[in-house]
């Protein structure tokens, strides 16, 4: 497979995951830091860093409207709840200072 093969499929992937994402609004950045060790910013943040590599201006509140389909605090707003005191503590030790 050629490498420019490769990328189209990665990118198809990537689409994928965060169509995916932003149906699944029932779960929690917290959920998927303590279960995947990576949430829906974390992929905002590696689209930014590949857009930077790029030399592609894309500033971090882009990023994150692409991969939550709306503004960030939108959506916060909308679907985010409150951790409990089990997924902060989890995240405490899963991640810590994140």
Request: contains cysteine; negative net charge.
């Amino acid at each position: 497979m050629d490498d420019m093969t490769m990328t189209e499929l990665e990118a198809a992937a990537f689409r994928r995951l965060v169509s995916h994402l932003r149906k699944r609004t029932d779960v929690q950045n917290i959920d998927l830091m303590n279960l995947g060790g990576f949430c829906r910013n974390c992929l905002s943040n590696w689209l930014k860093d590949a857009a930077d590599e790029q030399g592609v201006a894309l500033d971090k509140e882009a990023a994150r409207e692409h991969v939550y389909g709306m503004p960030y605090a939108q959506w916060k707003e909308k679907y985010q709840t409150e951790a409990t005191a089990e997924q902060a503590e989890k995240l405490k030790h899963s991640h810590p200072g994140h």
